[in-house]
């Protein structure tokens, strides 16, 4: 999978509770995105980086922060969870120009 | 409107036919054009990329990129039941951002 890792794979958590989830590269790759997939909406972007501390939003960023202190690790935080949120979140690497995008194995999310 | 279009399907054709997925999208600066398949409960993986006007051929599949019109396809020639997949057309450079935006999706089945 392209030197990417998600973390965790699978969560289950509660209405108002933060959440953290983690996507890290082994690639140095610059771009990094952050993605929820929904039935009917396919692929959304949230957030993107574009380097350490350098960041912007995506058509859904509203709930949502990110974070890039280090190249291979990008953190999404779900401030305090919804179950709007409920989704499965894809990380991907690369796919700045030319360059192709790779994706994580994705996480998971239940709100309930 | 949406800035990447895909017919949502479903798509259905018999083995061993021509598929064709269709893909429209709105900033006529966009630079870069991919397309993805993914399966069922998957992350998405890149089978073609394209990056000028024309044809682009990668075994059975085939990219066209027309950029006047504004619109990229895939072929896949001699569908196969292992083809059978959602197919996620993503476009990268609109509005001169680095942001790779996907389309919904359309669902391709291959009738053995």
């Known amino acids: 999978d392209a030197g990417i890792t998600q973390s965790p794979r699978h969560k289950v958590t509660e209405t108002g509770t933060p959440v953290t989830l983690r996507c890290h590269q082994t690639e140095n790759h610059r771009y990094m995105y952050w993605y929820r997939q929904d039935p009917g909406h396919g692929l959304r972007l949230i957030h993107y980086?574009?380097?350490?501390?350098?960041?912007d939003k995506g058509e859904v960023s509203d709930g949502y922060s990110v974070s890039r202190s280090k190249t291979e690790d990008f953190l999404l935080t779900l401030e305090s969870a919804t179950s709007s949120q409920t989704s499965v979140y894809f990380c991907?690497?690369?796919?700045?120009?030319?360059?192709?995008?790779?994706f994580g194995q994705g996480t998971r999310l239940t709100v309930v | 409107q949406k800035e990447v279009e895909q017919n949502s399907g479903p798509l259905s054709v018999p083995e061993g036919a021509i598929a064709s997925l269709n893909c429209t999208y709105s900033?006529?600066?966009?630079?870069?054009f991919f397309w993805y398949r993914q399966y069922s409960g998957k992350s998405p993986e890149l089978i073609m990329s394209?990056?000028?006007?024309g044809d682009k051929e990668d075994g059975r599949f085939t990219a066209q990129l027309n950029k006047a019109s504004q619109y990229v396809s895939l072929l896949i020639r001699d569908s196969q039941p292992s083809d059978s997949a959602t197919y996620l057309c993503a476009v990268n450079g609109q509005g001169g951002s680095e942001k790779l935006v996907f389309g919904k999706g359309t669902k391709l089945t291959v009738n053995p």
């Open positions: 980086s574009y380097g350490v501390k350098d960041t």
């Open positions: 394209i990056y000028s006007n």
């Open positions: 900033d006529r600066g966009s630079q870069s």
């Open positions: 991907a690497i690369g796919g700045s120009g030319k360059a192709e995008a790779f």
